[in-house]
């Protein structure tokens, strides 16, 4: 007897995110959270495009748009580039500043539109699997039952330590401090301070949030070890050092600090049991890349992990989360140290820092760098040889005969985009949606794409059409005529 489908432990946006794609397939998740209540703070204080385009896949962005602000300004990339590249692939080409906490309140709206349980209060301690599940132990002595378990517990995730899975990487070289605080003075008396620290300290600023509240990151004096959180007399003897003034600061919402290490598992799946967001990858914040990377997790893993549970998903399927996903993690590690490096205030790190600031006014070297930054760059390692270079990649919200494409993603399905008038997803119609591709779509006769958006065929051969859909969505309902 299953108490669910899938335990999600955490119930940060990854968490909920996944939560919620297990749902549009009517699978049971159930979501375990350690805090008893939302803890309010921001780490995290936007949505990069894919992201963006993720929460309009859903139906989501108005939402996020009313609580939001739109930015299109440069310095994304280690505080470099002139201005915001044109010509991005993607018809939301803009930062959407929103504080983590925000971003967490509505997708646990939408979760619980979707009928997703969330339990707070509930410490896993313990796990085990077998051939048929796996059983939790919560630190209240409860014991769950589940097919799956997915950890979306963080950094310092309890799943990942009980499962063994390895956490290799880079440690930490550098420290920050960061906070949420009131300040004793005027803004304008701010401004001037933060533009000239700036100009050899980039690790160094002060943003206002509303509500009369700040975000302030300042260098730490060294490595903590312990990772404790900062005193407010250790974050005013910081900004005094590096900046000449602590701007009165006080009334601290959260105080914290993170290193420039970097760490990700070495598997992402053990069993029945498998990783996500932070849990799966650590790296410093630079560039803000953090929670877009775990939505981006759940958002590919949650339709397989669907397919898993519902019977229908082809053999090898779930084993493609980490094919796919550990190499865009591993590349996130990759630029965000590379970031810290050019933050970096040392001699040799400024002229590299002065040569890169030279090429990004190159357009196409300004919007490589932001395209691997807001993630629409990405294109997985499926595609057969010789194919169009749309396989691989997500493509990007086109107009249709009715409507558009990330309306017509609503559902969760995947979707046969057909041109020809003649092709069919018959026997796969739980799993694939058919609709008339039309207006400025891509130029194919049509396109098969997977539920995260992702194209895996464009064609017009139906034997291979049919193919795809085996290798992707299993075979066809029972007593159905395949398609083709």
């Given at each position: 007897m299953f108490d669910a489908d899938v335990l999600v432990v955490g119930g940060g946006p990854t968490g909920l995110v996944l939560a919620s794609e297990l749902r549009?397939?009517?699978?049971?998740?159930?979501?375990?959270?350690?805090?008893?209540?939302?803890?309010?703070?921001?780490?995290?204080?936007?949505?990069?495009?894919?992201?963006?385009?993720?929460?309009?896949?859903r139906g989501l962005l108005d939402r996020f748009l009313a609580r939001g602000k739109q930015h299109r300004v440069g310095g994304f990339f280690a505080g470099l580039g002139p201005s915001w590249p044109e010509g991005l692939d993607t018809a939301h080409s803009y930062v959407l500043g929103i504080p983590q906490n925000v971003t967490e309140e509505l997708l646990g709206e939408h979760a619980r539109e979707r009928g997703v349980e969330l339990r707070r209060g509930r410490e896993l301690v313990g796990l085990a699997q077998d051939a048929e599940g796996v059983t939790a132990e919560l630190a209240d002595g409860t014991r769950l039952r589940a097919r799956l378990l997915v950890g979306c517990d963080g950094g310092r995730s309890t799943v990942r330590a009980l499962t063994g899975i390895g956490f290799p990487g880079l440690p930490a070289r550098h420290e920050t401090l960061i906070a949420e605080v009131r300040i004793g003075v005027p803004w304008e008396e701010v401004v001037p301070v933060v533009a000239e620290v700036r100009r050899t300290q980039l690790r160094y600023g002060v943003m206002p949030l509303g509500?009369?509240?700040?975000?302030?990151?300042?260098?730490?004096?060294?490595?903590?070890?312990?990772?404790?959180?900062?005193?407010?007399?250790?974050?005013?003897?910081?900004?005094?050092?590096?900046?000449?003034?602590?701007?009165?600061?006080?009334?601290?919402?959260?105080?914290?600090?993170?290193g420039d290490g970097t760490r990700q598992a070495e598997r992402y799946r053990e069993g029945r049991v498998l990783l996500a967001g932070d849990a799966a990858h650590i790296h410093p914040p630079t560039g803000g890349q953090g929670l877009n990377l775990g939505v981006q997790d759940a958002f590919n893993l949650g339709w397989k992990l669907a397919g898993e549970v519902l019977g229908w998903a082809p053999a090898g399927l779930l084993d493609t989360y980490h094919s796919e996903r550990h190499p865009v993690a591993?590349?996130?590690?990759?630029?965000?140290?590379?970031?810290?490096?050019?933050?970096?205030?040392?001699?040799?790190?400024?002229?590299?820092r002065r040569l890169l600031a030279e090429l990004m006014e190159i357009d196409e070297v300004n919007r490589r760098l932001i395209g691997k930054l807001t993630a629409i760059d990405i294109r997985y390692a499926y595609a057969e040889e010789g194919e169009d270079p749309l396989v691989g990649r997500r493509l990007r919200d086109v107009p249709l005969k009715e409507g558009r494409l990330f309306e017509a993603a609503r559902g969760g399905r995947g979707l046969l985009l057909d041109r020809t008038g003649s092709l069919s997803a018959a026997g796969w119609e739980d799993r694939v949606e058919r609709v008339a591709g039309a207006g400025d779509g891509p130029d194919v006769p049509a396109a098969l794409l997977r539920p995260d958006g992702h194209v895996v065929w464009t064609g017009d051969d139906?034997?291979?059409?049919?193919?795809?859909?085996?290798?992707?969505?299993?075979?066809?309902?029972?007593?159905?005529?395949?398609a083709g």
């Open positions: 549009l397939w009517g699978v049971r998740p159930l979501v375990l959270e350690k805090e008893a209540a939302p803890t309010g703070h921001s780490r995290a204080l936007g949505l990069h495009v894919r992201s963006i385009e993720i929460m309009d896949q509500d009369g509240l700040f975000r302030v990151i300042v260098p730490a004096a060294g490595l903590s070890g312990d990772r404790s959180a900062p005193t407010l007399d250790e974050l005013r003897e910081r900004l005094t050092a590096v900046g000449g003034t602590d701007f009165g600061v006080h009334e601290p919402r959260w105080l914290s600090r993170f591993a590349a996130v590690l990759d630029n965000t140290r590379a970031q810290m490096e050019l933050m970096s205030g040392e001699p040799g790190a400024r002229a590299v139906p034997a291979e059409l049919r193919r795809r859909l085996e290798r992707w969505f299993g075979a066809p309902a029972a007593g159905r005529p395949a």
